[in-house]
């Protein structure tokens, strides 16, 4: 690195320490200068871990020109993902993160993947303002996240509101019922709007010349909760949003408000795809936009040495080599549009294979959303495996009956041709999707003993490889009342890697090249 370079970087995080500040210090001396406001902004990280530095260093940048007032948000979904999560259960996460020095953090739904209690902890690390005016503690009458924090922008007080889908009870119910039942948690999903207007109306009073929500509530309608397009649509005193869990690349939309006021909306897609760039000008003009992360060529230097760090420490791990493969093994299509949550994949036969070899159990079933990543042609390594089932589950072998596996296949199923999370990856198990009648048909159970497909019997009881998150949101809940008959305490990333090495003989056969039809999709 040149000393030029080095004494740039050295100047930019000097800089980043007077503008991470509290109000007051922010503001001293300057509260007649009149400059814009540049908020870099992310979403959906989930763990790629470079983007830090680049989101970092661009900041650094901007502020060199001391003409704007700079700062960095959050609009959740980082913990998990990936593998630096997965390894470190999200403590690499909140180490990088921290060192970047955000002004504000709201949650996503994937923060709860660990636990209320290691949220909780890994959060009171993060060092900056963590949000979610939604999120309460059962038999709590205050949320237990602060609803909103004000920052300071030279004259200027600029307040964050956070909010979370409430969709997080479902996708991660795990986190809000205990093995009970008894709900531990709740986010409100009846009161997301009065909750953030409540909030955006308290931050007012307080002196907020601009309200920015922090959101993870997506676009899309989701089976519980509200969208953000629909809390833009019944709330007053937002100036504009910032968007998460959908995934969507917006660089800016509009939405009118309670009072037909067009407040501008954006999303910078998942895993640093683009960097998100809010401009709130003197005059009160507020625009936004997206940087493409590949071509930001700064760096923070402080923040790359700890994401080099947690490198190192991954390497000792994720380097081993597991088997090798001749062919991609894919939850996308050729265009990279992910079609593991809509369709059958070759991963998604061989995850779902593995599930069931190691239960010894008739039938295997996973969810697609639980499926993150693909693995290319090659060696294949362990770091691999772990992208591809980042998450710390664990597989469990219930007794379902033939109607309540056709309950679940059409209920999971019911969103084609949109994605659905909880879409059924299977081994051992074959049907037909109908689309426009939302329904499943000519579904066959593969028998073990005679190696033919016979009719499922809906009177039967079949054995079934199923992730632990069965009881807490998996497959709608559909099959948490079903009777358990075995635990697996080996992680489902391990599960796959001992398939991989031992029972592949630590080669892909040519049968996993294509997926193998088990799921056919009609249209009518």
């Known amino acids: 690195m040149s000393t030029k370079k080095i004494i740039f970087i050295m100047l930019a995080l000097a800089a980043t320490f007077f503008t991470s500040c509290s109000d007051e210090d922010s503001a001293s001396g300057s509260e007649g200068l009149q400059k814009s406001i540049v908020i870099l902004y992310d979403n959906d990280v989930h ?21 704007v007032w700079t700062g960095i948000v959050s609009c959740g979904d980082f913990l998990q993902g990936g593998t630096p999560g997965a390894l470190s259960r999200g403590k690499y996460i909140v180490d990088i993160m921290r060192n970047v020095g955000y002004d504000a953090i709201a949650l996503g739904n994937h923060e709860f993947d660990y636990g209320l209690v290691h949220l909780k902890e890994l ?9 979610c005016t939604n999120y309460y503690d059962t038999g709590s009458t205050t949320p237990y996240f602060a609803s909103y924090t004000i920052h300071r922008y030279g004259g200027k007080r600029v307040a964050f509101v956070g909010v979370l ?3 997080t009870m479902i996708d991660e119910g795990y986190s809000f019922f205990d093995e009970e039942g008894d709900q531990l948690a709740d986010l409100r999903p009846n009161d997301v709007c009065e909750l ?8 007012r009073s307080e002196g907020a010349d601009y309200v920015v929500t922090l959101s993870h509530l997506g676009e899309a309608k989701p089976a519980l909760g509200i969208s953000s397009h629909e809390l833009i649509a019944a709330t007053r005193g937002i100036d504009v949003v910032l968007d998460g869990h959908t995934h969507s690349a917006i660089p800016h939309d509009e939405v009118a408000n309670l009072d037909g006021k067009m407040i501008p909306i954006s999303q910078t897609g998942t895993g640093f795809a683009n960097v998100g760039k809010l401009v709130i000008t003197t005059d009160g003009h507020i625009t936004t936009t997206l940087i493409p992360t590949k071509d930001i060529t700064f760096e923070n230097m402080h923040v790359s040495t700890t994401v080099d760090s947690v490198r190192k420490e991954m390497e000792k791990v994720i380097a081993r080599p597991i088997c090798h493969s001749d062919f991609d093994l894919i939850i996308t299509d050729a265009n990279g549009v992910r079609q593991v949550r809509r369709s059958e994949t070759n991963l998604g036969d061989l995850v779902t294979d593995a599930f069931r070899e190691a239960m010894q159990a008739e ?9 993150r990543s693909n693995i290319a042609a090659g060696t294949i390594t362990y770091g691999d495996v772990t992208n591809v089932l980042p998450f710390d589950n664990y597989m469990m072998m219930i007794e379902a009956t033939g109607a309540e596996i ?12 949109a994605e659905e999370g909880q879409f059924p990856q299977v081994s051992g198990l074959r049907y ?3 689309q426009q009648s939302h329904t499943v048909s000519d579904v066959s159970v593969l028998d073990k003993e005679t190696s033919t497909w016979l009719p499922i019997d809906t009177k039967r009881l079949y054995t079934i490889a199923v992730p632990d998150y069965y009881k807490g949101g998996a497959f709608f809940d559909l099959l948490k009342d079903c009777r358990l008959l075995s635990f697996l305490p080996t992680l489902t990333r391990d599960i796959l890697a001992i398939f991989m090495e031992g029972s592949l003989g630590g080669i892909i056969p040519d049968i996993y090249a294509q997926p193998q039809g088990r799921i056919i999709i009609e249209d009518n």
């Open 165 to 167: 889908t409430p969709e």
């Open 196 to 203: 953030v207007q409540t909030a955006v109306d308290a931050a």
């Open 363 to 371: 039938i295997g079933l996973y969810t697609g959303g639980g499926i």
């Open 432 to 434: 037909t999707i109908h």
């Open 47 to 67: 763990c790629a871990i470079d983007g830090y530095t680049k989101m970092a260093g661009l900041r650094d940048a901007i502020m060199q020109r001391d003409t």
């Open 406 to 417: 056709l309950t679940v296949l059409e209920r999971c199923t019911a969103a084609l041709p």
């Open 123 to 131: 959060m009171e690390e993060m060092n900056t303002p963590v949000l």
